[in-house]
Nanobody, 130 residues
Framework: EVQLQASGGGLVQTGGSLRLSCAASGFTFDEYVIGWFRQAPGKEREGVSCISSSVGSTYYADSVKGRLTIFSDNAKNTVYLQMNDLKPEDTAVYYC???????????????????????WGNGTQVTVSS
C-alpha cells in the first residue's frame, strides 16, 4: 500500500521557518519524483517544489526560490521542505505527492502539475501571521 505522510506544519510569524516532512512507503522511492504542492482557500493547488533522487535534481517555483529548500533522506524514504523567510502569502495547506518518473523528467522540465501526480499524501496546514 502506497502511503505519503506529511507533517510539520504550524503557525509562524512573518520571517519565520518551518520544516515539512513527507514520509513515503509502498513504492520504490528513487523511481519517483516527490513534489510539494500548496492550496490556499479559493485558489488552485500549485506545485512549489519537487525532487528526483535518481537524478539528484530539484525544481522550485519562482514564488519560492531562495526561500524554500527541498531535500531527501533516501535511507528514510523521506522528503523534506525547509521553508525560511515565510510570508503571509505562503499560508496554505501543503501536500506532498509522488509520480513515477525514474528519469526525473518532471524536475528537469519543471512541469509540476497536480493532475499528473500518481499518489497524494495528507495535507499539513501552514499559517504565516503578519
Amino acid at each position: 500500500e502506497v502511503q505519503l505522510q506529511a507533517s510539520g506544519g504550524g503557525l509562524v510569524q512573518t520571517g519565520g521557518s518551518l520544516r515539512l516532512s513527507c514520509a513515503a512507503s509502498g513504492f520504490t522511492f528513487d523511481e519517483y519524483v516527490i513534489g510539494w504542492f500548496r492550496q490556499a482557500p479559493g485558489k488552485e493547488r500549485e506545485g512549489v517544489s519537487c525532487i528526483s533522487s535518481s537524478v539528484g535534481s530539484t525544481y522550485y517555483a519562482d514564488s519560492v526560490k531562495g526561500r524554500l529548500t527541498i531535500f531527501s533522506d533516501n535511507a528514510k524514504n523521506t522528503v523534506y521542505l525547509q521553508m525560511n523567510d515565510l510570508k503571509p502569502e505562503d499560508t496554505a495547506v501543503y501536500y506532498c505527492a509522488a509520480v513515477a518518473d525514474p528519469l526525473g523528467t518532471v524536475v528537469i522540465t519543471g512541469d509540476l502539475n497536480y493532475y499528473a501526480m500518481d499518489y497524494w499524501g495528507n495535507g499539513t496546514q501552514v499559517t504565516v501571521s503578519s
